[in-house]
């Protein structure tokens, strides 16, 4: 069993089809075989997520900073909650946590935490993980697009990441 760190949106507002793929994904942990490691929020994505993978029997870990409980409302479909100093402990402490990392739709956190396994990862070498985009309805194109053309980032970097359109594609490349 592996333990997959799930980053994704917590906001409310999300399309309600991000909302599903968070449920599809909890239920998926669980039909894989993986435990669950995410941030500890109860709201939007995050807190569909912990529900689902919690209700189809994954093991649930959130890790959440102090700053945080409050106002991302902590969940309470966890096995164990961490909570951390800050949002560095925070990262820190998932990568150093998981098995694999898996990115759903969300906004500058989820990018702050795809940008530092990413750069942490195949870039300093400081782990070899994998890291499986989820390209959701071609949310992340543009910014894979982009930093293919347009960004430093040598090809072996670029290519360190996978990117599947769909959630059984991830499921595969996570295999």
Known sequence: MAA????????????????ELARETG????????SLIYGGGGLGMMGELAKAAHAAGVSVTGVMPEGLVALERASKEVDELIVSPDLAARKAIMITKADAFLILPGGLGTLDELFEVWTTGPQLRLHGKPIVLLDADGFYTGLVDWLASRAL??????????????????????R
């Open 4 to 19: 997959v760190c799930v980053f994704c949106s917590g906001k409310s507002d999300a399309p309600e089809s991000f909302f």
């Open 153 to 174: 980032i040598s090809p072996t970097l670029l290519d360190a990441v996978t990117v599947a359109p769909s959630l059984d594609e991830a499921w595969a490349a996570l």
């Open 27 to 34: 239920r998926g942990l669980a039909q894989e075989g993986h």
